[in-house]
């Protein structure tokens, strides 16, 4: 069974910086491109970044282009999301979503964790 | 304000039918295909409908996606009360070079 759990949510100023991790397991993790797709009651559900299974491509969204960098370890099976220059408007639960193919672009995403609430506000 | 436009609420009978749409442009829907999650209250969402009409394994084929132009439905027939939920579309957009996804449509089952 596919299971993706996120961690390192919180509460931060605004200028802040905070690092999210997304632990896999029940799949090749390597094999996968990952992907974070984040969700607010004002900006409802909002693609963040992704990447490749071998960090090779790397997509942001413009909103946060410059500001967040995603990577992986594969040989920990965890996705990263290093947010910094945090705004209130980055407030939101943050996913972890898997890609459904190997090789797929754009990204479907077929399995998602529980998320992780991040919070910026002095 | 979503760059797909879903209606905001839908509601039907339970054992009925209903039908979501999903609205957008020749840089999203008219040119990429759409995939529909379904977000169950105080859960993560859930890949409901990928590729306009393919069903990923296990879910229900009381479920089912189509396209025509710049627009797509999701149609749910004989609706059960666990169907209550909210429904996202989503689509790439070659213009804004992102995955965008609409507002969402709140699901009642009466």
């Known amino acids: 069974e596919v299971q993706l759990v996120e961690s390192g949510g919180g509460l931060v100023k605004p200028g802040g910086s905070l690092r999210l991790s997304c632990a896999a397991s029940?799949?090749?993790?390597?094999?996968?491109?990952m992907n974070w797709v984040r969700q607010s009651p004002e900006r409802g559900l909002e693609w963040v970044s992704s990447?490749?299974?071998?960090?090779?491509?790397?997509y942001y969204a413009d909103s946060v282009q410059g500001r967040f960098t995603i990577s992986r370890d594969n040989t920990k099976n965890s996705l990263y999301l290093q947010m910094s220059s945090l705004r209130a408007d980055d407030t939101a639960v943050y996913y972890c979503?898997?890609?459904?193919?190997?090789?797929?672009?754009?990204?479907?995403?077929?399995?998602w964790g529980q998320g992780t609430l991040v919070t910026v506000s002095s | 304000q979503s760059v797909l436009t879903q209606p905001p609420s839908v509601s039907e009978a339970l054992r009925q039918r209903v039908t979501i749409s999903c609205s957008g442009s020749?840089?999203?829907?008219?040119?990429?295909?759409v995939n529909w999650y379904q977000q169950l209250p105080g859960k993560a969402p859930k890949l409901l409908i990928y590729?306009?009409?393919l069903l990923p394994s296990g879910v229900s084929d009381r479920f089912s996606g189509s396209k025509s132009g710049t627009s797509a439905s999701l149609a749910i027939s004989g609706l059960q009360s666990e169907d209550e939920a909210d429904y996202y579309c989503?689509?790439?957009?070659?213009?804004?070079?992102?995955?965008?996804f609409g507002g969402g449509t709140k699901l009642t089952v009466l």
């Open positions: 979503a898997r890609d459904q193919d190997t090789n797929n672009w754009p990204p479907v995403f077929d399995s």
């Open positions: 029940g799949f090749t993790f390597s094999a996968y491109p």
């Open positions: 990447i490749s299974s071998s960090s090779f491509y790397i």
């Open positions: 020749s840089s999203n829907i008219g040119n990429n295909a």
């Open positions: 590729y306009d009409d």
């Open positions: 989503s689509a790439w957009d070659d213009s804004l070079n992102a995955v965008v």
